[in-house]
């Protein structure tokens, strides 16, 4: 079941392992450069039926850190079409993940200490639904007016078509792991009391208008996904059900299918990470809101996700850190399920001949 195709509008996934959006933080300026080139094209060599850029940043201080891909600007076109080009050759599907940090932008790298960046030393002021920090090493964000909620809707529409020009098939909307949409989504983080906060209804107001407005520009022949925490992991916050009731909507949206992770929000909160630890939420999100979801979180042997898509769990099974341990992952997975796949030519004497 693992490497049976998947069509979702007019685009067909020859199977069902998708390359997770992975923060590489190398780029300068937002552009994509050699490193992007390769990571993500190797992976598609690797047999991925679905390959997704990292956390692409819709404007620049939307992104994590100052080394972010980024699509705020047309003349970061050209380098991604290079890479869109690539992943199509090798039979696979180029995507995107278009994102705004919020609250959590202006860091270092990972590798750097993962540290406020001070707006002496080129850092830049956060943003956010309220004025609430992160955690107490974190700036304190400025909460957004509505003509600058506003601005990030349209540059987010700006990015869809910028993507769409670059040559990419799916997009992805971040709304998970603590950053700008699922600042609004959560009650933890969003204190409003305008239109914007409160309820769950205004809560999940500016998410469905960055929906609406990619849509507008989005061919209605590629599909759209959304990645949300589906649980904050703690209380009063966001849940499954919360969750179960959102995918609901927004697949009547324009919403085709919903990759779920998790937490992100608030820090400090105890999250049982182990294998597949999170496929019950894709199996919830699936079953409740009768929306097609994607499964991510430790998943590593291709025996789990078979399992995973051969039980109805999830549709398509995203990974993040096997894939960079493996690129080669699908080829190896069908090997061990004794399936047969075809193989890059240049790669064809490394296969196993039956």
Not at 289 to 309: D, H, M, N, S, Y
Not at 338 to 344: F, G, M
Not at 348 to 354: C, D, G, Q, S, T
């Amino acid at each position: 079941m693992l490497f049976t195709p998947f069509k979702i509008r007019d685009i067909e996934l020859k199977n069902r392992i998708v390359v997770s959006p992975m923060c590489q933080y190398s780029a300068q300026d937002g552009f994509a450069n050699d490193w992007h080139f390769v990571h993500l094209g190797s992976r598609a060599v690797g047999g991925a039926a679905l390959v997704l850029t990292e956390a692409t940043a819709v404007s620049p201080e939307g992104r994590i850190s100052p080394h972010d891909l980024g699509i705020w600007k047309d003349e970061h076109i050209e380098q991604l079409q290079k890479i869109t080009h690539f992943i199509e050759q090798q039979g696979a599907v180029p995507g995107m993940q278009l994102a705004h940090a919020g609250r959590k932008a202006s860091k270092t790298e990972p590798w750097n200490g993962d540290k406020l960046i001070p707006l002496a030393n080129g850092g830049w002021k956060t943003t956010a639904p309220s004025s609430i920090p992160f955690s107490d090493d974190s700036d304190t964000p400025i909460e957004l007016t509505k003509e600058e909620i506003n601005k990030i809707i349209a540059d987010f529409r700006s990015a869809t078509a910028r993507a769409l020009k670059a040559g990419f098939k799916v997009l992805e909307i971040h709304g998970a792991h603590g950053y700008l949409i699922n600042e609004f989504l959560s009650p933890l983080s969003n204190k409003r009391t305008d239109e914007y906060g409160g309820s769950f209804e205004n809560r999940t107001r500016f998410l469905l208008e960055i929906i609406a407005a990619m849509r507008s520009v989005w061919p209605s022949a590629y599909p759209l996904f959304l990645r949300i925490s589906a649980s904050d992991w703690t209380a009063d916050g966001w849940t499954i059900e919360d969750s179960v009731k959102l995918g609901k909507i927004v697949k009547d949206k324009g919403i085709d299918l919903i990759d779920c992770s998790s937490g992100g929000v608030v820090p400090n909160v105890k999250i049982p990470a182990a294998s597949g630890y999170q496929l019950p939420f894709a199996e919830a999100v699936r079953k409740g809101a009768g929306i097609p979801t994607g499964a991510v979180g430790i998943i590593v042997q291709p025996e789990q996700a078979e399992a995973i898509i051969a039980n109805g769990q999830a549709d398509l099974v995203f990974m993040a850190r096997e894939l960079l341990r493996d690129p080669y992952f699908p080829l190896r997975a069908a090997r061990e399920l004794d399936y047969d796949i075809k193989w890059p030519l240049q790669y064809e004497r490394a296969k196993r001949k039956k």
